[in-house]
């Protein structure tokens, strides 16, 4: 026999919900919740609503979380657990996940599984379980980096009330900021990033290429050191290895194009060369840190006498760094330029240098 007034039931999400009678409201998400529902189909199988609280009562289900567009089934399914005399579970009902149109996601419009994240975009699995975490969860944690653990430590039901658009972007967000923190820590996660990076690299780079940058070097501690300089902007292994491409084998540099009239082609070669006083076995970050430091606040006379001390010295900054990153990355983006000093090394940085220079002067006297 149908109840007269199905029970209005807490929401962990909605709060209150309820009650509707006989030909009355409806919710919010759905149909009206007050009907005679089939329980059992002709063929002797229960319909959802009957199996799903047979189920989860004999699994001693304690907490049902679901989507809410079963929100207007749930008196039902509560009328049912009071006919059988048993204690319900508790519900949260969830908003819906949609792509970027507004629809709803589903296997006929998604074409991406699990396996292809883990296979084919490499994605890490902590990056991957903290996007979806996140997906319509309101935490209050003030940042959306979370570990494994953090997640459980933190994880409550406060979720918004409406659907959530699966945006991407987010993960490849999450994926650097795990990079990151992988490079920060230098644990299991990183060692196995580099192995894979490395073989990656060994199997698609010209051994020739390769070998003109490495200059008898491991190629593995080598990978392992542009990661920990660009592990901010890692996403894929194969977008890992376009970037930082120029890292990998010889570069064919665009013509130079200074930021600044106030500062010459000549003064920037010449300041350049004062790496070369960088002994061989003292080629380290620390030093040309150093070395850095002293070209930078070497600003050229004739400029000091063009602009005022502050600008003359920001103009010599900007142009110098330019400069430096054309010449041996032909002005890609990457790591810092000292970062850039010591990964390659200073037979290759020297090499390029003096490229950079004839091809100015090439272009001076043409």
Known sequence: MVPIEYPDFADLVYGRVGKNRHGGIMFKHGEAAYEDPVLLKSDGLPTYHLANVVDDHLMRITHVIRAAEWISSTPKHLALYGAFGWEPPKFAHVGLLQDSSGHKLSKRSFDLDISSFRNGLAVFPEALVNYVALLGWSHQQGRDVMTMKQLIDNFDLKFT???????????????????????????????????????????????????????????????????????????????????????????????????????????????????????????????????????????????????????????????????????????????????????????????????????????DEA
């Not at 990978?223 to 901010?232: C, P, R």
């Not at 430096?324 to 970062?339: I, M, N, Q, S, T």
């Open 161 to 363: 009330k409406g659907n959530t658009i699966v945006a991407f972007e987010k993960l490849w967000f999450l994926q650097k900021a795990h990079a990151q923190r992988y490079a920060d820590e230098g644990g299991r996660e990183f060692e196995e990033l580099v192995d894979r990076v490395a073989k990656t690299t060994q199997a698609q780079v010209d051994p020739k290429d390769l070998e003109y940058v490495l200059r008898g070097r491991d190629v593995r501690p080598y990978t392992a050191s542009i990661l920990k300089a660009d592990a901010k902007s890692f996403t894929t292994t194969q977008d890992f290895l376009t970037r930082n491409s120029y890292f990998l084998g010889p570069i064919c540099r665009s013509a130079y194009s200074s930021p600044t009239p106030l500062v010459t082609t000549e003064q920037l070669t010449h300041a350049a060369s004062w790496l070369q006083a960088i002994p061989v076995g003292e080629w380290t970050l620390e030093t040309i840190k150093q070395k850095m430091s002293d070209i930078l606040a070497a600003v050229p006379v004739a400029l000091k006498n063009q602009d005022e001390p502050t600008k003359a010295s920001k103009a010599w900054h900007k142009a110098l760094h330019h400069y430096l990153r054309w010449a041996l990355a032909d002005g890609r983006r990457g790591p810092g330029v000292a970062d850039t000093l010591a990964i390659l090394g200073r037979d290759v940085v020297l090499e390029r240098l003096g490229d950079a220079a004839e091809d100015c002067a090439g272009g």
